[in-house]
């Protein structure tokens, strides 16, 4: 019950946006259990009519006390007054039969059936309808709550359980509002319904018939706690499988350059086994609850017989209350598999809740300050970061004054790409501060920041959309004559018209028909595009051969014009055209000034620049192809 109720507070602020279809819904599961327990009542008024000579044995029935005697009055009187009504309509042993009698005869139960199944059908529609709502918000809430994350959340979750969250996690919450929610209103009214029916014929009857029914309540709990263990282990096999299916197809060309596809698949086998292990745990705990119920009922049925035997009741009672038996146990076994449907959902809910309740580490100020020019520099006073327990900066001081072109050089690990991640502000510094224009980046709207920023980075991203579309990501509302603007100066428009549907092709997932220089040149038209003052390059041609370099670099080189620029690179010739290079190494600034200065002051930078051919030559670069 603690799991049910888990999960309906987790989706009552979805359900409360439905509550209308949601009523109805509740409404019509409600009437489906009344014109359940209406069955009872039919086959036994039926049958009592149909055989009425058994109903002689009533009289031989010992005197009751009082109390009894005023209740079967009551009783009594109900059947005069319902046989009144009914009479006319229902056939009758020892009478002539006229049409009215035909048609009741042959409408009753199809009438009976007929409702019950409309009364279900909308029941079972409005449920499903809110279902699929409420799980379609959820998902867009849970890719919100992700994309609000702070960097750090993306390095150590996995792709498998991002992914996980968004449809395994929901789509478990979906099927269990789907099914779960109709059920939990029809079932237990359907139940309560009969029972009542049962009890205003022979409420004795109807104790003696559910004297096994606490026998039900023990399997359901022993199996629904096994079917929250196994779904708990499944989800968890479930994500480290979906993570090794992403590494594998994301990594394809690899896996199939060393011939891994053989050890790949048996990875993913073996997981697939794990997975159909646990899957199969949580079947069985589910089926199983269906033959302990029924072998249950079964036993109630036999005590039913010995009892209305014993008591010499007539055939109609025994009738009417196997129909209500019937009618009774078949939504306890409902509500026994919808209580293990709903332990199984537990684990996602949890897992839901745990993604819901995630905060950014790096937070918008309360009453963020506006900027929407970019006018003096770029300082960073005394700023250190770390990822973990190691320093990756360490006190580093720096000014960029607007229009200045920055090289930033140095080892793998030295915290390049950390001094563009703190600009962006992925991250906050540990310790001091990053100024724009004398302002604290952390007191200024991330999205006047960021739109004051455009990214050319080693990591090519382009998305499932058409060359157009593409490009005009880095502005919002961008035109058709904006985009070819762009695309113009990124020198890509007329390989762009080369294409089937020119601007309106699709370039595939990632961009993977094109090549490494298009795709990059196409990043370039996003951020020409997006005409921000400020220009960071993050090891924008390191992917690249020296052929689609030069194409990039180009491109690069006019983008660069008229903007401050910051450039981070591994390959030191791209930064040859910079005013100013700074080296970092174990997070601070080691050397700083021009390119042809450091070549000559044979420093760190002048060994990086050798071991790459880069050599100065009469106090210029002379730049050695090897």
């Not at 399997?219 to 096994?226: A, D, I, N, T």
């Not at 709207?445 to 455009?454: C, E, H, I, K, V």
């Amino acid at each position: 019950m603690n799991h049910i109720l888990k999960v309906l507070r987790f989706g009552l602020p979805y359900l409360r946006r439905y509550w209308i279809r949601l009523a109805a819904g509740v409404l019509f599961g409600i009437l489906f259990g009344a014109t359940s327990a209406t069955f009872v009542w039919g086959t036994k008024t039926l049958i009592g009519r149909v055989a009425p000579e058994t109903e002689a044995r009533a009289h031989l029935k010992k005197e009751k006390p009082g109390r009894e005697q005023k209740l079967d009055r009551i009783k009594a009187e109900l059947d005069r007054r319902t046989r009144e009504w009914v009479d006319p309509w229902l056939p009758y042993a020892g009478r002539p039969v006229d049409w009215r009698q035909v048609l009741g005869g042959l409408l009753l139960f199809p009438a009976l059936v007929a409702v019950r199944g409309i009364m279900a059908y909308l029941s079972a529609y409005c449920m499903a309808w809110v279902g699929e709502q409420v799980v379609n918000d959820l998902r867009t809430d849970v890719l919100i709550r992700l994309s609000t994350l702070s960097l750090d959340y993306f390095n150590r979750a996995t792709m498998g359980d991002m992914v996980t969250h968004v449809n395994g996690d929901t789509a478990t919450l979906q099927r269990c509002l789907r099914v779960g929610c109709a059920d939990l209103v029809q079932q237990p009214m359907t139940a309560i319904g009969v029972l009542v029916a049962l009890c205003v014929i022979d409420w004795r009857l109807t104790l003696a018939a559910m004297i096994f029914f606490p026998a039900c309540v023990i399997p359901v709990v022993v199996m629904g706690r096994r079917a929250r263990l196994a779904a708990r282990a499944s989800t968890k096999v479930g994500v480290t499988q979906a993570s090794l299916l992403y590494e594998i197809l994301s990594g394809i060309r690899v896996v199939k350059a060393f011939g891994l596809e053989a050890m790949q698949v048996e990875r993913f086998r073996r997981f697939s086994r794990q997975l159909v292990r646990q899957n199969l745990k949580g079947v069985r705990a589910k089926e199983l609850v269906n033959p302990i119920i029924e072998t249950v009922s079964v036993m109630g049925f036999g005590l039913l017989v010995v009892y209305i035997t014993y008591q010499n009741r007539p055939v109609s009672d025994m009738v009417g209350f196997l129909t209500g038996l019937i009618f009774f146990y078949t939504p306890v076994k409902k509500v026994a598999q919808l209580h293990v449907m709903f332990e199984q959902t537990a684990f996602g809910v949890q897992r839901l809740l745990q993604i819901m309740t995630e905060r950014p580490t790096v937070k918008e100020a309360a009453a963020p300050r506006r900027l929407l020019e970019f006018k003096s520099g770029v300082v960073f006073d005394q700023v250190s970061f770390s990822y973990g327990r190691e320093p990756v900066l360490r006190e580093l001081s720096l000014e960029i004054p607007r229009g200045t072109r920055l090289g930033v050089a140095g080892e793998s690990g030295s915290g390049k790409s950390t001094l563009v991640n703190l600009l962006f502000r992925f991250f906050d510094p540990v310790q001091g501060v990053i100024r724009i224009d004398g302002v604290d980046l952390r007191q200024i709207a991330n999205a006047d920041l960021r739109q004051l920023m455009a990214l050319v980075s080693q990591d090519i991203v382009l998305f499932d959309m058409t060359v157009a579309e593409n490009i005009a990501l880095g502005r919002e509302g961008a035109t058709r004559e904006q985009i070819e603007a762009a695309a113009r100066a990124a020198f890509v428009h007329e390989f762009i018209l080369s294409l089937p549907q020119g601007y309106e092709t699709r370039i595939g997932e990632r961009g993977v028909t094109l090549s490494g220089g298009q795709r990059q040149r196409l990043c370039i038209a996003r951020a020409f595009i997006r005409n921000a003052p400020i220009l960071v390059l993050d090891e924008a041609t390191a992917s690249l051969d020296s052929k689609a370099e030069a194409e990039v670099q180009a491109a690069i080189d006019r983008l660069a014009e008229h903007r401050t620029v910051i450039a981070v690179a591994h390959r030191l010739s791209t930064l040859a055209a910079m005013d100013r290079v700074i080296v970092l190494a174990e997070g601070r600034i080691v050397e700083s000034g021009g390119f042809d200065e450091l070549l000559l002051r044979g420093g760190v930078f002048a060994s990086m620049a050798a071991r790459q051919g880069i050599l100065p030559s009469g106090g210029s670069a002379e730049i050695v192809e090897i």
